[in-house]
């Protein structure tokens, strides 16, 4: 079989008729440019080559093929002034580049071709990419499949970042604990970026503002900082998927402004002058690997502001190139602050426009407002961003000057607005009292952005109704929902390329571009080798997780079991313990009746805890807990089984979601904005276990309700037990089973007699369960046991899976990204013509 990912027809071209040149995309070129690359570039010789100087060679040889793609896609834009989206995101978790880059190009098959013409094992080669982990979770990939989308859609754009030098922590479990290894990424250098040193910034911090004057002896404030950083741009090139549109993921390296203190050095304090140079460059050392939470400490700021900055000063400094004023800037630039980590930008973008540009304060209003626009991700309250005016002012003083001249102004309007609502005023302003007075960075975000959006249509709801209820009372035209999407290339094309070559083989390439197209499939549905195939397809997979699992933590499963899957950060709200309560009640019934008929199940749990954050870790140690006891009980044999795989990233996803039957999506309603996760899953045929949150009710509208294992309180039920006062402990009382699974993890039965040791899971459960994991009990197993019943009929089953992926359409991030487009950024796609464009010819 023709596999899909060869398509030499789709190649764009490179219009490079010299044979020899040495961005051909012929067998031969490609074979003595990746050869060449080894030796020159690397000087390596073959006999010498470890695998990772081949995927080194490799990924040089692909980039280069990137390049004039690249370079002319930034020429165009110039050229053509066309309007930019900047999205700012303190997260890109891009995942490797190499395969995805490969895909887009339309050079995977050749690929593989030459590089197994040489001996070498291919698959083996993309393996050796370090994983970029430059996020923590759904965030920052949503960011990665936003630019994949981009890209694709041939929509002028830019991603602004930061250059962690270490990213996400990597993941070991020892003893069923997390123990948090640091991730060095750019160890071993970074092929896929440029360091571009000519166009660096200069980030000025701390010290004090005075009042000075203007080049018209106008008074205008000062600021005098008490000390600089440079901000270096790295540029990733990001490709479409078959277009010649190669747009920049810009991420910023920290570095001193002097890599020396020379009278410190002159003083003789070496010791001091290198000092200063650590310090400056501490602030893109590392990503705070929190999810969902808040740090609030000044290194966190100090990166925000940083990269915000840098971004902003970069986006005028283009702009300035072709444009005689800032006073279209809105007009050619769209920001897209992803969550409020970027939000310092709204004063920082007045800053520069009053006190660099000399314009008045409602002018740059006038132009921050509409360059802005901002995207929420929760709905927690403690989840939402707030720093204390006195760090804030320390780091950065002259923007804590124009917030609070921002909330008097905003504050003002509001009183004349709506008289005598001190309650509104209150909620409203941009400063908490108390205390210490704190900055809600939502509230910021919210005052200086032309639109805000939820990610998923519930999600977008509550934030009207609830946690930004009154900005949405005072400017209802500024709310839109955006659900969330992912990139079919990486998500199914890429991660599951059998699957891609059969829905090819049966309705065309077409769904790759337009994946409502999937909904083709459905003709097939009574084909019943279809039905096969797809069923053989899902078993492969499975049999390959259950070759890494063995390979990698040395546990044999079962690919015939049912493959049962909570994949994502560790997380409260997530209620990765409500499926262990469930694997529990399984396993006492077993115990209870030792002959018991049940569909043998796998289960596979994986995601990091916030290093901090002491619940997460220890709901990962029960799961191992629970794991050592299921897994060698003689009674249980050759029915359950439980695995955490360690270390949870992109590439591990791409093994894991095409192999799952099953998708717990089980987060307490109302508390999980969107999920993306859960559309990975879909989009592969696993069917979902879920309750009506996030982006789960638009998965099951989509589906069918009948192709959907519902369970579980709604939002609004849950709010309405909350405020009738919720006992958890009438569900101890009421419910057996419950009971017997709560008393097992209290007797110690997991953990070799120690009682206590899960005591702060289960004592929460017993008094005020602020997630409802026992209201939420009794259903989840019942949906589990409808669950199993599907799965005795495996023909049954496999319409349900191949439903769910042809209803999937409306979860491609393209058509996310087609409305941000349409409804809050007003870009259009630019042709990149790369037919007159020869990079041989600038020699
Ligand atoms: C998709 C993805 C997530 C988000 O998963 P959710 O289930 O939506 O929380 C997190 N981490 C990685 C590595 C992912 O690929």
């Not at 509104?424 to 302003?429: D, F, G, N, P």
């Not at 949150?693 to 009948?706: L, P, S, W």
């Amino acid at each position: 079989m023709d596999s899909i990912l060869k398509s030499k027809t789709k190649t764009p071209q490179t219009n490079i008729q010299i044979e020899d040149d040495r961005t051909g995309m012929s067998p031969e070129t490609l074979k003595r440019a990746f050869l060449d690359n080894l030796f020159y570039l690397q000087g390596i010789n073959q006999t010498d080559a470890t695998l990772y100087d081949y995927y080194v060679a490799l990924a040089y040889t692909v980039r280069d093929r990137l390049l004039h793609r690249f370079l002319k896609t930034v020429e165009t834009y110039k050229q053509e002034k066309v309007k930019l989206v900047s999205y700012f995101s303190a997260e890109f978790l891009m995942g490797r580049y190499l395969g995805n880059n490969l895909i887009n190009l339309g050079m995977y098959e050749q690929t593989r071709q030459i590089i197994e013409d040489l001996g070498l094992d291919f698959d083996e080669i993309l393996e050796q990419e370090p994983d970029p982990g430059l996020g923590n979770g759904g965030l920052g990939r949503l960011a990665a499949c936003f630019l994949d989308s981009l890209a694709s859609l041939e929509i002028p754009a830019i991603g602004y970042g930061i250059r962690y030098e270490f990213g996400i922590f990597h993941q070991m479990i020892r003893d069923g604990w997390q123990v948090e290894i640091p991730d060095n990424w750019l160890r071993f250098g970074n092929p896929w970026e440029l360091p571009r040193p000519d166009e660096t910034v200069e980030i000025m911090l701390g010290g004090h503002t005075e009042m000075g004057h203007n080049e018209l002896g106008h008074p205008k404030a000062v600021w005098i900082p008490a000390r600089t950083v440079l901000a270096i741009p790295y540029d990733t090139p990001v490709p479409g998927y078959q277009t010649n549109t190669v747009n920049p993921l810009r991420l910023w390296k920290a570095e001193a402004s002097e890599s020396f203190n020379f009278d410190a050095f002159n003083a003789g304090q070496y010791d001091q002058a290198v000092a200063e140079k650590m310090d400056a460059e501490t602030i893109s050392k590392v990503l705070y690997p929190n999810d969902n939470t808040p740090a609030g400490r000044e290194l966190r700021l100090e990166q925000q502001y940083f990269f915000v900055s840098a971004s902003l000063q970069d986006l005028i400094r283009i702009h300035l190139r072709t444009h005689d004023s800032l006073d279209d800037f809105h007009e050619k630039v769209a920001v897209q602050l992803n969550d409020t980590h970027p939000a310092v930008a709204v004063a920082e973008l007045m800053r520069l426009l009053i006190d660099k540009h000399n314009y008045s304060w409602n002018h740059a209003w006038d132009i921050t407002q509409k360059t802005l626009s901002y995207t929420n991700h929760t709905l927690m309250p403690e989840a939402l961003e707030r720093w204390s005016a006195g760090l804030f002012g320390r780091l950065l003083p002259r923007h804590l000057e124009i917030i609070y001249e921002i909330n008097q102004r905003f504050l003002d309007n509001v009183r004349t607005w709506f008289p005598g609502d001190d309650r509104l005023t209150t909620s409203l302003s941009l400063i908490e009292e108390g205390d210490e007075k704190q900055i809600r960075m939502a509230n910021l975000a919210c005052v200086g952005s032309h639109a805000i959006n939820g990610v998923a249509a519930l999600h977008t709801d509550l934030l009207k109704k609830d946690t930004l209820k009154d900005f949405a009372k005072l400017w209802p035209e500024k709310f839109y929902n955006k659900t969330n999407g992912v990139t079919p290339r990486r998500w199914i094309l890429l991660s599951n390329q059998e699957l891609s070559t059969l829905i090819t083989e049966k309705i065309g390439d077409g769904w790759l571009k337009n994946l409502d197209e999937m909904r083709k499939l459905e003709a097939f549905i009574e084909d019943a080798k279809f039905r096969q195939r797809w069923q053989e397809i899902k078993q492969n997979n499975k049999r390959s997780l259950a070759a890494y699992i063995l390979k990698h933590r040395n546990i044999q499963i079962d690919p015939n079991s049912l493959f049962d899957v909570q994949v994502k950060r560790i997380h409260e709200y997530k209620r990765q313990h409500l499926a262990v309560l469930g694997i529990i009640a399984f396993y006492n019934r077993i115990k209870q009746n030792p002959g018991l008929d049940i569909v043998p199940r796998t289960f596979i749990f994986g995601g990091k805890a916030a290093p901090g954050y002491f619940l997460a870790k220890l709901v990962i140690k029960l799961i191992n807990s629970v794991a050592e006891v299921v897994n060698n009980d003689p009674d249980v044999r050759g029915r359950l089984k439980v695995v955490f795989l360690p270390n949870f990233n992109v590439s591990l996803g791409q093994r894991i979601y095409p192999a799952a039957d099953l998708s717990e999506q089980v987060s307490t309603a109302g508390k999980e904005a969107s999920g993306t996760g859960n559309m990975k899953f879909a989009m592969n045929g696993a069917l979902t276990i879920g309750t009506l949150d996030g982006a789960n009710i638009e998965i099951r509208e989509e589906a069918g309700a009948e192709n959907f294992f519902l369970f579980g309180l709604t939002a609004e039920e849950v709010y309405r037990r909350k405020a009738e006062g919720y006992n958890p402990m009438d569900y101890y009382h009421g419910n057996g089973e419950l009971r017997g699974v709560i008393d097992r993890i209290s007797s110690g039965h997991f953990s070799h007699g120690n009682g206590g040791l899960f005591s702060p899971i289960v004592d929460p459960l017993m008094s005020h369960d602020p997630y409802m994991l026992m209201a939420d009990f009794q259903s989840y197993v019942e949906a589990q046991d409808a669950v199993s019943e599907a799965y005795r009929d495996q023909d049954r089953w496999t319409r349900m899976s191949i439903l769910n992926s042809a209803r999937m359409g409306k979860f491609s991030s393209d058509r996310t990204i087609r409305e941000y487009c349409n409804e809050i950024w007003g870009v259009k796609p630019v042709k990149i013509n790369i037919e007159d464009y020869n990079p041989a010819s600038l020699s």
